[in-house]
């Protein structure tokens, strides 16, 4: 199983952003896909979890409600997260991850991640 991140950048407070996470080596529709980040001395941080397709049930901590928005594409293998009035404690470096089961869960039941792509949000 292999995902990779990209559309990661530096921009603006304000700004919108989208990331992509590109999955092979897996059924994809059948596998939740979740998105996280870590910034330079926190913890990593769970921002957003799309079910398997045949749920789609999609998941955000409070910290992104309203402003991040994650789908799928199901014939591109792809999920995107995408990002609207990013703020200044959004930056740091983003992960898509899978637990290699249909259903979104706890941070530690993902068993494959990308390398991460890093998003900074300064003026």
């Known amino acids: 199983v292999q995902l990779v991140e990209s559309g990661g950048g530096l921009v603006q407070p304000g700004s919108s952003l989208t990331l992509s996470c590109v999955a092979s080596?897996?059924?994809?529709?059948?596998?939740?896909i979740g998105w996280f980040r870590q910034a330079p001395g926190k913890e990593r941080e769970g921002v957003s979890c799309?079910?398997?397709?045949?749920?789609?049930?999609?998941y955000y901590p409070d910290s992104v409600k309203g402003r991040f928005t994650i789908s799928r594409d199901n014939a591109k293998n792809t999920v995107y997260l995408q990002m609207n009035s990013l703020k200044p404690e959004d930056t740091a470096v983003y992960y898509c991850a899978t637990p290699n089961h249909g259903t979104c869960g706890a941070v530690n039941e993902y068993r494959y991640w990308g390398q991460g792509t890093q998003v900074t949000v300064s003026s």
């Open positions: 799309i079910s398997s397709s045949s749920t789609g049930n999609t």
């Open positions: 080596g897996l059924i994809f529709d059948l596998y939740a």
